[in-house]
């Protein structure tokens, strides 16, 4: 077997924006300049001058969510120890393994209340493939109830540092909080598993509604089982087991070009009727065109799932209010609007249940 990482040394010169636990830098390699991203509470803060070593896997491969060379150390400037209570350990066995505070761990202000934690109490829980469902979903829950409190549990599919999503950090004022799970961190609220992560949720920060999904940057092998968005359906086997109210959002398309997303995608389909053994509302956006099948489609997951037909009025214009800028697999609101409005459909069912 064959492990590749493609290493570079290089020198910051520049320092770029900057959000919530990520911060950009352009750095000469050679004779070129590269764009690399880097989380100072792993690595350190960069500044220009600095010899930064770099994983420039991502940019060999061309990817687009991910895009950024990787800063590993400032090996000649490393960042001072800290003494910390927590010894939960995430990205475990790799180079950079951080150690957290679990919610639930004993130094955690949370874990009288966590230990004693073993119910949703029938909580509604949306559930998304994809990172980009987040703000969606999170419209249509304000849309339909301005205050209710909402947090994101973010599993382990894409990105493991949640501060690499811009979107998560500018959608922060809008939530109560967010829970890593898994080998995820970087989140207000760490927990080793996802079962543990919508009890922190529910219970420690007191969403109403919660919104679980992957980080940005699934992977996807085009195979019928090959993609990390298959959590989905566990996921909904979770907050079953745990009492809670699971609520799928569907990833519908009407201007995806690949035939296995078109309508509704096989993700979905996979997830929610395969691997999802708990009853869950599967919510389909009013008005969709026929011709995307969608109701056909779903007619094979009827005798274990609800599908609820929500209204949209409203959901537009509340989409185009976020604060963010919406986007899936490169396409904007316009281009993909049934996804969006899928989604936001989803997050206007759980406000409803309330």
Avoid: C
Wanted: net charge negative; proline share 6%.
């Amino acid at each position: 077997m064959t492990i590749v990482i493609h290493w570079r040394s290089g020198t910051v010169l520049s320092v770029g924006r900057s959000w919530d636990g990520a911060l950009e830098v352009d750095v000469r390699v050679d004779s070129d300049t590269v764009r690399a991203l880097a989380y100072p509470l792993l690595v350190g803060t960069p500044i220009v001058g600095d010899r930064v070593l770099l994983n420039v896997n991502a940019l060999s491969l061309g990817l687009g969510t991910g895009g950024y060379a990787m800063v590993v150390a400032l090996p000649d400037r490393l960042p001072p120890d800290a003494s910390f209570a927590g010894h939960a350990v995430k990205a475990r066995y790799t180079p950079l393994q951080p150690v957290v505070l679990a919610a639930d761990e004993e130094a955690s202000p949370l874990r009288s209340v966590l230990s004693a934690a073993d119910d949703l109490g029938g909580a509604p829980v949306v559930i998304a493939d994809l990172h980009s469902a987040l703000p969606a979903v999170l419209a249509g829950v304000i849309a339909t109830r301005p205050a209710t409190r909402v947090a994101y549990v973010m599993t382990d599919g894409g990105a493991l540092p949640a501060w690499f999503s811009r979107t998560l950090s500018a959608l922060r004022p809008l939530l109560v909080g967010t829970v890593t799970t898994g080998q995820a961190f970087g989140g207000d609220l760490e927990a080793t598993n996802l079962h543990a992560g919508l009890l922190a949720a529910v219970v420690g920060l007191g969403a109403e509604v919660t919104v679980v999904a992957q980080g940005p940057g699934n992977l996807g092998t085009g195979t019928a089982w090959g993609f990390s968005g298959v959590d989905a359906g566990a996921a909904v086997n979770a907050v079953g087991v745990l009492g809670g109210h699971p609520i799928g959002s569907l990833r519908i398309s009407d201007a995806d070009a690949r035939p296995r997303h078109r309508g509704v995608s096989h993700h979905s389909l996979t997830a929610y009727g395969r691997v999802a053994l708990a009853p869950a509302d599967l919510v389909v956006p009013a008005g969709l065109d026929p011709s995307l099948g969608v109701a056909e489609s779903l007619k094979p997951l009827t005798g274990r799932h609800r599908v609820v037909e929500i209204p949209v009025d409203g959901l537009d214009e509340a989409l185009r209010a976020l604060p963010v800028k919406l986007s899936t697999m490169g396409r904007s609101l316009d281009a993909d609007h049934a996804y969006f409005l899928s989604a936001a459909a989803a997050g206007r069912h759980a406000a409803a249940l309330l």
